[in-house]
Every structure is written in C-alpha cells, then in structure tokens.
Nanobody
Framework: QVQLVESGGGLVQAGGSLTLSCVAS????????MGWFRQAPGNEREYVGA????????EYGDSVKGRFTISRDTAKSTGYLQMASLQPEDTGVYYC????????????????WGQGTQVTVSS
C-alpha cells in the first residue's frame, strides 16, 4: 500500500508560480510512476504529466508543456509539480497518483491517489 499526501496548493495571480509536493509513504517507490492530474468543477480529470520514479523520465499533457515541470527526490520519497505562467484555466484540484504499470495518461492506470490540493489562479 502507498499513501500519498499533497501540499502546496493555494491562490495565485495569473502569471505566477506554485510548486506542489507529494509525499509517498507505506513502501519505497521503485519501479513506479508518479502521475499528476487535475480536475476543475464540472470537468473530467485531466492528465497533467508523470515521471518514472527510477529513471526520472517525464511526460506532460499538451496544455501544460513548457510551463510545468515534474521532478522527484527519491531520498525524500517526494514528487514535485512546479507550475509557472499559471492561468485561470489551470484552476482545479490537483492530485498525485502512483502507478505500477499501464499508460501514464490514463487515470485508470493509477492504483494509489492523494487527497488532492486546491489551486486557484485569479485573473
């Protein structure tokens, strides 16, 4: 079992930056992938991006490419989502999740989810 706890959400003005953290516990992540998703009210959960825990390879959704950066600190069992040039359309609840296999962009590939953290971008 893996428990995930996100933090770092908040209110930011358009054009600003924010960094989210996701701490994993329960077991040591190894051949896992950590994904980030977001969900705005009335919308489906959207894939933000993911990172392979062992090798650090990353992938991003089209809407955040060039603005968001995913990283991880294996010693701290913590993943990060650095968000820059934030826009109001980036508003939503952000979730981190861990997958042992499967396609990164599919929420159904992820077995463990955090509780989510709210990000609100004002115009």
């Amino acid at each position: 079992q893996v428990q995930l706890v996100e933090s770092g959400g908040g209110l930011v003005q358009a054009g600003g930056s924010l960094t989210l953290s996701c701490v994993a516990s329960g077991r040591t992540l190894s051949h896992d992938n950590m994904g980030w998703f977001r969900q705005a009210p009335g919308n489906e959960r959207e894939y933000v991006g993911a990172i392979s825990w062992s090798f650090g390879h990353t992938e991003y959704g089209d809407s955040v490419k060039g603005r968001f950066t995913i990283s991880r600190d294996t010693a701290k069992s913590t993943g990060y989502l650095q968000m820059a040039s934030l826009q109001p359309e980036d508003t939503g609840v952000y979730y981190c999740a861990v997958s042992e296999s499967g396609t990164w962009a599919y929420a159904s590939s992820y077995h463990y989810w955090g509780q989510g953290t709210q990000v609100t971008v004002s115009s």
